[in-house]
Each structure stands twice: as C-alpha cells, then as structure tokens.
C-alpha cells in the first residue's frame, strides 16, 4: 500500500523568511499530488496539484512545489512567508490504479513568528 | 456558492450511542469521501462513493456506515459510539474519475468535531 510521510510535525519560521516542506511517497507508479492547507476551525483548501508535465508547479498564495521523481518527494515551498500563513500544511497523494482514493501524510503545523 | 456542508459541526456522545452525521453538496459531485482526521495521522479514509446508491469500504471503515441516497447527499452513520472514535470528521467531494477530470481536486467541508465518552 502507498503511504506518505511528511517527516516535520512542527515547523517555526519568522515572518519574512522562506518555507520548505518536505513530503516524501512509496509507490512504484507515477503519483498524482497534491498540497493541502487547512486553517484552524477549517476544512482543507487546495493550494496545489501534480499530474505531469512540468515538475515545478505554481500554486494559490505564492506556493510551488516541485516533483523530483528520484526521490519521491513533492516538496512545498514559498520564498516569504506571512503571518497568514500558519496553519496546517498535508501533502496528498493518488495513484491511478487505486482510483479516486488519496493517502494524506500526517501534517505539518507551521507557526510563524513575527 | 455553499459547497460542501457539513452538520453538526459539534457532538458529544455517550458510549454506545448512535448518531448520523450528514455532508450535503451542490457542485453536482459524483464523488463522496468521509474522512476521519486524528493528530499525527493526516486524513484516513472511512467510507467513499462514486455515485448515487453506491458505497464502498475505505482504510478504516470499522464502526461505521454510509448511504447514499442522493446524489447531492452522503450520510455517515455511527451504530454504537465508542472512545475511539472521538475524532473531527470531514466530508469531501469530487467530480471522480471522468477522462476529463481524473483525480480532480477534493472540496472539503469544516468538519465535525465529535466527542465519545
């Protein structure tokens, strides 16, 4: 069975500085993927998906990602986070032979000081 | 533009009480998911849909059911609350798995925060 592991339960960043989450899959197929934000008191928003083409993917509220097939990971990053920015962050991932089903990793919090 | 709703959004229960909780979409979805959310552990799957009057297990489908009825409607049901499923439940929706829109992108509702004890 696949599963992802996003190995950072929290993450602190200052306001201002870069972010970069890591989100890493086990699977042999080619995955579709996806970023996940949820805020508190919130259901989850999509910031950003992979299908194919071009491995660097630009997302909602200044994120990208970038799919490198060699590592299984899908990794997401914004170059200057705002205070608005703190939430709960999921990767997702699906394959085409278990349908319509995603595995979502466990999270990563991320608290943004000022 | 209401989405995917969820209600309640709060629930205590007692053990081995039951209780159903509905997710209502209008976006015309084939696609319904019920999904448990616990610290830690992401999102695990309960329960799915991928049409009306059908249903399928997901990862951890235990202790539940689901109907639906309506296209527009998933409901999940709880037969005999137990502690362990103290969890914040979230319903989803998609168009499925269309040659158009394979994998398309899931709309989730606020959730619904139940408590056994």
């Known amino acids: 069975a696949q599963s992802v592991t996003q190995p950072d339960i929290h993450i602190t960043v200052s306001e201002g500085a870069s972010l970069e989450l890591r989100c890493n899959y086990s699977?042999?197929?080619?995955?579709?993927l996806f970023w996940y934000v949820q805020s508190p008191g919130q259901g989850l928003q999509l910031l950003l998906k992979?299908?194919?083409?071009?491995?660097l993917v630009q997302g909602i509220k200044g994120f990208e990602a970038e799919f490198k097939r060699s590592q299984s990971s899908f990794n997401l990053r914004k170059p200057s986070v705002h205070w608005s920015d703190a939430a709960e962050y999921f990767c997702?991932?699906?394959?085409?032979?278990?349908?319509?089903?995603?595995?979502f990793g466990g999270g990563t919090r991320v608290l943004v000081k000022p | 533009n209401a989405g995917v709703t969820q209600t309640p959004k709060f629930r205590v229960l007692k053990t081995g009480q039951s209780m159903t909780l509905l997710c209502a979409q209008d976006?015309?979805?084939?696609?319904m998911y019920w999904y448990r959310q616990d610290p830690g552990m992401g999102l695990r799957l309960i329960h799915y849909?991928?049409?009306?009057?059908?249903?399928a297990k997901g990862e951890v489908p235990d202790g539940y059911n689901v109907s639906r009825l309506k296209k527009q409607n998933f409901l999940l049901g709880l037969e005999s609350a137990a502690p362990s499923q103290t969890s914040v439940y979230f319903c989803?929706?998609?168009?499925?798995?269309?040659?158009?829109?394979?994998?398309?992108?899931?709309?989730f509702g606020n959730g619904t925060r139940l408590t056994v004890t």
């Open positions: 989803a929706s998609n168009f499925g798995g269309s040659s158009s829109s394979y994998n398309s992108p899931l709309h």
């Open positions: 992979y299908f194919s083409g071009d491995t």
């Open positions: 699977y042999g197929a080619t995955p579709y």
């Open positions: 976006m015309n979805h084939e696609y």
């Open positions: 997702a991932v699906g394959f085409k032979a278990a349908g319509n089903k995603l595995t």
């Open positions: 849909s991928v049409g009306e009057g059908t249903t």
